[in-house]
């Protein structure tokens, strides 16, 4: 299977390579075809390997390719392992990357820079599938990284745009804050266990975690606790997390397919999927696991409340991704790491969909982004049309979609978990901080979704004359991928929710404490798929998400004149939300504003002013003053020189022989 | 006697006698005389050469073994006890083999650009090399200064010849802050001759030594080497250095000059002073985490491109120096040598890194004459080409994995680590700061619309740009995916090392 893995892997970077340096050699056609041929391959093989896996039982393999670095007996490889979680994850992340490369077709068609963009999405998909098939956290950290400079670089694709390069500065920065504590974390990974390879690590989880380490003065931490929250802090800056998640709206600047494929269903999910894979370590720190369950619920609730005063279609949907991967990281603090990844796969599906949909309406406006000046588009772009309704509902986590399956088990993990049994004060409200956001966001999730859907699609058509007379339907190559993301939105749920949550799909991939393993006590009261829609009738959820598309439509198509009287009445609250809590203007004015000021300080006080003006200039200047008194000793003969320096180095030779 | 005999005197002596002759040939004074194109081929030629002799290194290099290879030594003046006794090992090794690599490219991208006495200036580089092959493979402590005082000649006739206004300022500053230095080092070499009876680099680093003689000696190391490196509070001479000098000397400076002082700490200070290394490692590491966060803080804030990679050669040579004084900070079994490893590592990547960063700030200069970010903007637009070899420099100086900017600082902040949680997490600040001020500049040079008519003016790489760029891109790609060559090459050496500094030469000596 190694050349499998290997031609997964390399296929996409030789077409990158080959799109990237030979774009213009090759051309536009050269280029989509190249690299949609290399996913395409990717693709094929992943599901292959998937496939091998769950119908043949074919074992996990942990391979090395070859070896990086060794270096004071710590080896330095790169290798994979592909077991159940690596190949969900390859046959997702290939799968939306074909998805998004045909799609690109069509929407990047007027691009000048289309080869360049066609090379970068298919480094991402290389970047992407080293970090999730990697055996070790060196490749891991390279992928991290890999994948955060291809967004990066598309993000600022339209780099003549000032908007695009401030925000893909900003995306940079704010994953290196993450990356800091991630890169930490990794190295205490080696202070413990002298490894960087997953197994020999897990291998030796016990023994971390009775180790402890000095942080703050002499009190002694959990070794596993500082590790798991360190690595978690990676996390939050790539999964978007508060407070780290100011970069992701902002990477809207993008164009639509890489904010479908790298800011929803991929990229942004490598920090779920590596709490995911570092299970075996989480479940050894509760107090890990109570950071991540309540920065993942802060994030979840809040960012979801966000969605709702936007106007940029895109920024919607941006902060509903926001909100998704925060229950995504709510169901691993629960420890059900299978619900967090089963949510992440579904999640990908949807949220791609309504990420190509959003930008097949932004193709059809010429670009306009505000969906105060759409409306009624429906009659026009019929495919667009309910393709985002399957999207909307999957998202709301309307009954028997897919996003109902996963949505419902990471409430329903939560209320099971055993942060609720707990008995201390703490356990407790980190528990009720959890369930009420969950819950609560639900209702969240559908009044901003609906909000957006109707304003889009239904009511009065508020657009200029000039672009509703353009208004159509987008070509085969828009709206092919659409369907072929609907379908699975609408039903893969149905067919996967049994074997992944509850079937031991994941078998040694993913590691629980057997007195946490919250999955496999509901599993106990799973009564198969009909069992659960109808059970849906009798908790309080699929009502909350109802209730959010009522108020929606009855906000904003019926008495849209409401949430002006609340923006006006209540501008103190409208206001906090438009600024995003201001934690922009901490990120941006604080510790951004701070650095410049420091460095400035640190430029001028420091070096100009201390170090050059005092110390050496000062210096030079007395030497100055001290030769104005020995010139009188100068006599400009040669001789007096030639006395003196043998006088000098006689005295400076003797005291040395002397000290000897 | 191994293949091609005298290796490393031939590397040593190659340039110099290229340089003498490419003096001999002259220009006529006109860049455009056949002359002048008579010596331009003989210096590149000759660093061709060189660096095509110098694979020998590589290839008939024993990496299992800590001890001295290609090992010459004769006589040289024997009143002094002093011989011509050159030799490598692993720590050496690589140096030498930078420093043959980067010489040629420095001859190249100085091809048509520099109008004013080319012959004195390819010379000079070529002299320059020698020399400091010389002092990387000089095993006697005469050989090593005066190799190390030599080399100040052409580096100062280089700034300050053809270098920028302030040149004068720059080339007095640079020559007093580094000959005041290695005088000092020369009075230690001195008092180490009497002790010793011999100016043998390896013999010194068996002679017993009291306390007091460590603690001194290794001031006078200190200043030598601080200022070379250079650390904090003794850096302010490179960036007005670099500010001043053409792009070649730019180059060399940061690629391998800088060098000198890492290599000054590895190969004299650590192993002849081991207990005062020792005694004074903390102090080294809060200097070398200075340089990360507070020199990371004002690079930030530059507005002239070589200024703010000047400062940021300051911040990565802060990882070389805080990797090489970390084992006294371990305890556990391993780490020492990984934190050594991953500064020699630092070292050859920076070397190539600030290379061609120097070297992209030059493709800019030559067109517009100036080196103020302000006077740049939208770049990407009228040069495509130069803006992905220039955004991928900056990412390798961001030190993001693939690329040799990560390998070493992925090893010393793991090393680190394991000495102290703050010293890791200080270190690991350059993940931050290192990725904002150098992406930030990135932003306001290439990014944005086209700012002026300069920059609308502009034309993309020459194929002799293109083909600089793009084999020191091939060499920093190649060292980050697959830096183990690198890495096997020194172990043996850094194992040798670390045994000799675990074991403190007052107990051996029984002082």
New interface residues.
């Given amino acids: 299977m190694k050349s499998y893995y290997l031609t997964i892997v390399l296929a996409p970077l030789i077409a990158a390579i080959v799109a990237g340096l030979f774009g213009r050699q090759i051309g536009r056609a050269g280029a989509h075809t190249v690299t949609i041929l290399g996913v395409g391959l990717s693709t094929v093989l992943s599901g292959y390997v998937l496939y091998q896996m769950l119908a043949n039982g074919a074992p996990a393999e942990n391979l090395s390719i070859?070896?990086?670095?060794?270096?004071?007996?710590?080896r330095m490889e790169i290798g994979f392992l592909v077991d159940r979680l690596s190949a969900l994850m390859m046959v997702v992340v290939t799968f939306v990357s074909l998805m998004v490369h045909i799609y690109t077709i069509g929407y990047m068609h007027d691009d000048p820079g289309y080869q360049r963009f066609f090379s970068y999405i298919s480094l991402f998909t290389f970047a992407m599938l080293m970090l999730v098939m990697s055996n070790n956290f060196?490749q891991l950290?390279?992928g991290w990284?890999?994948v955060g400079?291809v967004s990066?670089?598309l993000i600022?694709f339209w780099?003549?745009k000032?908007t695009a390069?401030?925000a893909n500065?900003k995306a940079?920065?704010v994953n290196?804050?993450g990356?800091?504590g991630f890169?930490?974390g990794?190295?205490?990974i080696?202070?413990f266990t002298?490894s960087l390879d997953y197994a020999e690590v897990f291998a030796q989880r016990e023994a971390i975690a009775g180790e402890t380490?000095?942080?703050f003065g002499g009190t002694p931490w959990n070794a596993m606790t500082v590790i798991c929250i360190l690595l978690f802090i990676g996390a939050m800056g790539k999964s978007a997390q508060a407070p780290l998640h100011v970069w992701l709206p902002d990477s809207m600047e993008g164009p639509t397919p890489i904010s479908a494929l790298i800011h929803a269903a991929t990229m942004v999910t490598a920090g779920i999927f590596m709490v995911a894979r570092m299970s075996p370590l989480y479940e050894l720190s509760v107090t890990a696991l109570g950071v991540v369950i309540v920065i993942g619920a802060i994030t979840a609730f809040f960012m979801g409340l966000l969605g709702i005063v936007q106007n940029d279609i895109k920024r919607v949907v941006a902060y509903s991704t926001l909100s998704q991967l925060g229950y995504m990281t709510v169901a691993l603090g629960a420890s059900a790491y299978s619900a967090a990844i089963f949510h992440l796969m579904t999640h990908a599906f949807f949220k791609a969909l309504l990420f190509l949909a959003a930008g097949s309406v932004i193709i059809a406006m010429h670009h306009e982004q505000d969906i105060r000046k759409m409306g009624g588009i429906r009659k026009y772009m019929p495919i667009t049309y309910w393709t985002s309704l399957i999207g909307s509902l999957a998202l709301i986590g309307f009954p028997a979609t897919s996003g109902f399956f996963s949505k419902d088990y990471i409430i329903e993990a939560v209320h099971a978990s055993n942060w609720h049994s707990g008995t201390t004060m703490g356990e407790q409200a980190t528990y009720w901080i959890a369930y009420l956001s969950v819950l609560l966001g639900v209702f969240v999730t559908a009044l901003y979704s609906f909000r957006m859907f109707f304003l889009v699609f239904h009511g009065e058509e508020r657009m200029d004359a000039e672009t509703k007379s353009h208004l159509h339907e987008t070509p085969w190559v828009v709206t092919v991928p659409l369907i072929l993301l609907a379908i699975p939105s609408a039903i893969i749920g149905w067919f996967t929710v049994e074997p992944v949550l509850f079937g031991g799909f994941f078998g040694d991939a993913i590691v629980v404490s057997e007195s946490r393993d919250v999955m496999s006590r509901l599993g106990e009261d799973w009564h198969g798929q009909v069992g659960m829609l109808l059970h849906a009738f009798k908790t309080p959820v699929m009502y909350l998400a109802l209730a959010g598309v009522a108020a929606a439509w009855y906000l904003y198509l019926k008495r849209p004149d409401i949430p002006a009287a609340i923006k006006e009445k209540a501008s103190g609250f409208y206001n906090v939300l438009d600024r995003k809590y201001y934690f922009d203007d901490l990120w941006i004015k604080g510790f951004a504003g701070g650095?410049?000021r420091?460095?400035?300080f640190?430029?001028d006080k420091?070096?100009r002013v201390l170090?050059?003006g005092v110390?050496?200039n000062g210096t030079a200047n007395t030497v100055g003053k001290l030769a104005g008194i020995m010139r009188q000793l100068q006599t400009g003969y040669l001789y007096t020189y030639a006395f003196a320096m043998i006088i000098g180095l006689t005295a400076?030779?003797g005291w040395?022989?002397w000290?000897? | 006697m191994e293949f091609p005999a005298h290796l490393l005197s031939v590397l040593i002596w190659l340039p110099i006698a290229g340089g003498i002759v490419a003096l001999v040939i002259g220009d006529d004074g006109d860049v455009a005389s056949s002359k002048a194109g008579l010596m331009r081929v003989t210096t590149l030629l000759t660093s061709l050469l060189t660096l095509a002799i110098s694979i020998f290194l590589y290839t008939g290099f024993d990496k299992t073994t800590a001890d001295m290879q290609f090992v010459e030594r004769i006589p040289w003046v024997e009143a002094l006890q002093a011989y011509y006794y050159l030799g490598v090992d692993g720590i050496s090794a690589p140096l030498i083999l930078l420093t043959t690599f980067i010489t040629p490219f420095v001859v190249i991208a100085g091809w048509d650009t520099i109008k004013t006495r080319p012959a004195q200036y390819f010379a000079a580089f070529l002299i320059l090399e020698g020399l400091m092959v010389g002092v990387f493979a000089a095993l006697d402590g005469l050989l090593f200064y005066v190799f190390w005082e030599f080399m100040l000649v052409p580096m100062f006739l280089i700034i300050g010849v053809w270098g920028g206004e302030r040149r004068i300022y720059a080339t007095l500053k640079f020559f007093l802050y580094t000959f005041l230095g290695s005088v000092l080092m020369l009075v230690a070499f001195i008092y180490l001759y009497l002790q010793t009876g011999s100016y043998d680099l390896l013999g010194w680093m068996d002679a017993p030594l009291t306390m007091t003689a460590q603690k001194l000696i290794f001031i006078a190391f200190l200043l030598a080497f601080a200022v070379k490196v250079p650390m904090w509070p003794v850096h302010t001479w490179l960036p007005d250095a670099h500010v001043e000098a053409p792009t070649g000397g730019s180059v060399i400076l940061a690629a391998i000059m800088l060098k000198m002082g890492g290599y000054g700490f590895i190969r004299l200070s650590l192993p002849i002073v081991p207990d005062a290394s020792g005694y004074f490692s903390s102090l080294m590491i809060g200097l070398s985490l200075i340089a990360v966060v507070y020199i990371g803080f004002v690079a930030l804030m530059q507005k002239d491109m070589k200024k703010l990679i000047a400062y940021s050669s300051i911040a990565h040579m802060g990882f070389v120096t805080l990797g090489f004084f970390l084992p006294w900070h371990i305890s556990g079994s391993s780490g020492a040598a990984l934190g050594i490893s991953g500064g020699m590592v630092q070292m050859i990547s920076h070397g190539l890194i600030s290379g061609a960063m120097f070297l992209c700030v030059g493709v800019l200069y030559d067109r517009v004459h100036s080196r103020q970010i302000a006077d740049y903007g939208g770049v990407a637009n009228t040069m495509p080409t130069f803006a992905a070899f220039a955004v991928l420099f900056a990412m390798a100086n961001a030190g993001l994995p693939g690329t040799s900017g990560f390998v070493g600082e992925f090893m010393v902040i793991i090393a680190s680590f394991k000495a102290n949680f703050w010293i890791a997490f200080f270190a690991a600040t350059t993940l931050i700061l290192g990725a904002a001020y150098t992406l930030w500049m990135v932003k306001r040079v290439y990014y944005g619309e086209v700012a002026n008519d300069n920059v609308a003016k502009l034309e993309d790489l020459s194929r002799r740009e293109f083909l600089v760029l793009a084999v020191l891109a091939i060499a920093v790609l190649l060292l980050g995916v697959w830096p183990a060559p690198l890495i096997d090459m020194m172990n043996a050496s850094i194992d040798q090392l670390v045994e000799r500094i675990a074991e403190p030469k007052l107990l051996q000596a029984g002082l």
């Fill in positions: 070859y070896t990086w670095g060794i270096a004071d007996g710590l060196l950290f390279f990284e890999a400079l990066y670089l600022g780099f003549k000032e390069v401030f500065l940079f920065l290196r804050v990356d800091f890169l930490l990794i190295a205490g080696v202070l002298n380490i000095s942080v650095g410049r420091l460095g400035d640190l430029a420091g070096d170090i050059d110390i050496v400076l030779l040395l022989i000290l000897k």
